[in-house]
């Protein structure tokens, strides 16, 4: 399975940014696809995650501000981000994970730097 993030990038407070993620390989639809992301000097943590039936589950501080969706014919996620906050400054890593078999799949990061 390999995973290819886009989409990041600088944007001023309270602007918006889309990321996007194909996966492609031996896919599964009953994968979980979803985001995480690694703030500097910070462990990496869940941004959002949806499942192949389309329920989705978000990061309490990104509720109401960011969009998970999936096209599960492309094998594609992405994330509409909006009320962007310096916060939100990370690098972004696409995840996919095959539940039966308990094992995660990343891309390569992409960053997104929010400026105050």
């Known amino acids: 399975v390999q995973l290819q993030a886009s989409g990041g990038g600088l944007v001023q407070a309270g602007g918006s940014l889309r990321l996007s993620c194909a996966a492609s390989g031996s896919i599964l639809s009953s994968d979980d696809m979803g985001w995480y992301r690694q703030p500097p000097e910070k462990q990496r943590e869940l941004v959002a995650v949806i499942s192949s039936d389309g329920s989705t589950n978000y990061a309490d501080s990104v509720k109401g501000r960011f969009t998970i969706s999936r096209d599960n014919a492309k094998f594609a996620v992405s994330l509409q981000m909006n009320s962007l906050r310096p916060e939100d400054t990370a690098v972004y890593h696409c995840?996919?994970?095959?539940?039966?078999?308990?094992?995660?799949?990343w891309g390569q990061g992409t960053q997104v730097t929010v400026s105050s």
């Open positions: 995840n996919l994970r095959r539940k039966f078999l308990g094992r995660n799949y």
